[in-house]
C-alpha cells in the first residue's frame, strides 16, 4: 500500500467551488497508465493530471492529463491547474513568471503575471472540416434559426472542437447534446468536443459539450478557447489586431461559472494566442492504493 498525495483546485474562478476543478497528483511515480485512468473514472472530474520527471530539458515537470475516460495528449484547465500547483509546492523557482509543461503534445509554454491569473500559450492550431448547419442544429436540440449564419467548423490545438456560433445567450443554454446526437455529428471522425457559443460585449457567452470524452457538459475548455478566438477572428466576431484581448464565460448555466481570458499576439494571433485565468485552491487529499 502506498499513499498517494493529490490536490483539488477550482480554475478559472476565483471563487471556490465555481469554474472548473481538477485533481493533480504532484508525484505520480510508480503509477502506470492503466491505473491513472482508473483514478481519473474514479475522481470523475472532467480531468485528473500526474506528474512526472520531464523528459524535455526546458520544462518543469511532464503532466499526463486523464478524463473519465481518455487520455488528452494537450488541455487547458489542467495546464493552468497543474502549474498552480506546482508552483505552489515549490517545484518552480522562486520568482520564474515564465515556465514550460511537458505534455503529449510537447512543451507548452506557462507564465504568471501581475494579478496572478497562469496563462497558457495555445498550440498551433488546425483547420478542419465544415459541417452542415441543419444537423448541428437538430443535434443540440435548437431551431435553424438559432444558429449565426456562419458554417459550422473543427479546429483543434491537441483536442478537436467543432464550433456552433449561435444567436443568443437563450439559445446557448438551450443547447443540450447527448451520446447519440455526438456520434451522429461525427459520422466515421474520431470522437471530438462540441462547443456553443455566442458573442457578447465581452467576448463570448459558451458552452462545451464532450459525451465521448466522458464529460456531458464542460465547466471550462481552455484548449477550444484559443481556437474559438480564431474563429470568432476569422468571422468578424472579435478584433484581429495584435494586443486584442476579450474573454470567455463558460459554466455559467450549469453553476460553475468560468472566465477565460484570451490574448491575441500579433495580427490575428500569429505570434501565438494566450488563454489564462485564476486558480483558486480547494483541497488537500490522500489516496491509498
Known amino acids: 500500500m502506498r499513499d498517494y498525495r493529490y490536490r483539488v483546485?477550482?480554475?478559472?474562478?476565483e471563487v471556490a467551488l465555481e469554474g472548473n476543478a481538477l485533481a493533480v497528483f504532484p508525484d505520480a511515480s510508480g503509477l502506470d497508465g492503466g491505473t491513472m485512468q482508473k483514478i481519473a473514472r474514479e475522481l470523475n472530474l472532467s480531468e485528473t493530471?500526474?506528474?512526472l520527471p520531464p523528459s524535455l530539458a526546458d520544462c518543469a515537470a511532464n503532466v499526463r492529463i486523464f478524463t473519465p475516460t481518455k487520455e488528452m495528449i494537450f488541455a487547458g484547465h489542467p495546464t493552468i491547474g497543474t502549474a498552480f500547483v506546482l508552483a505552489a509546492e515549490g517545484r518552480v523557482p522562486t520568482g520564474c513568471t515564465r515556465f514550460s509543461l511537458e505534455e503529449k503534445v510537447g512543451a507548452v509554454p506557462v507564465a504568471r503575471d501581475e494579478l496572478g491569473r497562469l496563462w497558457l500559450t495555445t498550440p498551433?492550431?488546425?483547420?478542419?472540416?465544415?459541417?452542415?448547419?441543419?444537423?448541428?442544429a437538430e443535434v443540440l436540440g435548437l431551431e435553424p434559426a438559432d444558429l449565426l449564419d456562419l458554417p459550422p467548423q473543427l479546429l483543434s490545438a491537441g483536442n478537436p472542437t467543432l464550433f456552433v456560433a449561435l444567436r443568443d445567450r437563450g439559445a446557448v443554454d438551450r443547447a443540450?447534446?447527448?451520446m447519440a446526437g455526438a456520434r451522429k455529428l461525427r459520422a466515421d471522425r474520431d470522437g471530438f468536443c462540441v462547443f456553443v457559443f455566442t458573442p457578447t460585449?465581452?467576448?463570448a457567452y459558451s458552452r462545451m459539450f464532450a459525451p465521448e470524452y466522458g464529460m456531458v457538459v464542460d465547466p471550462a475548455t481552455g484548449s477550444s478557447t484559443g481556437p474559438l478566438a480564431v474563429y470568432m477572428m476569422r468571422h468578424g466576431l472579435a478584433a484581429r489586431g495584435s494586443g486584442t484581448r476579450f474573454h470567455s464565460e463558460q459554466g455559467t448555466r450549469m453553476g460553475r461559472k468560468s472566465i477565460l481570458y484570451v490574448h491575441i499576439r500579433g495580427e490575428s494571433g500569429c505570434d501565438g494566442i494566450d488563454v489564462g485565468g485564476y486558480v483558486t485552491p480547494l483541497a488537500d487529499c490522500v489516496m491509498r492504493l
Open 9 to 13: 483546485v477550482d480554475v478559472f474562478t
Open 49 to 51: 493530471t500526474f506528474v
Open 124 to 136: 498551433a492550431i488546425k483547420d478542419g472540416p465544415s459541417f452542415e448547419a441543419s444537423i448541428c
Open 176 to 178: 443540450s447534446l447527448d
Open 201 to 203: 460585449a465581452e467576448g
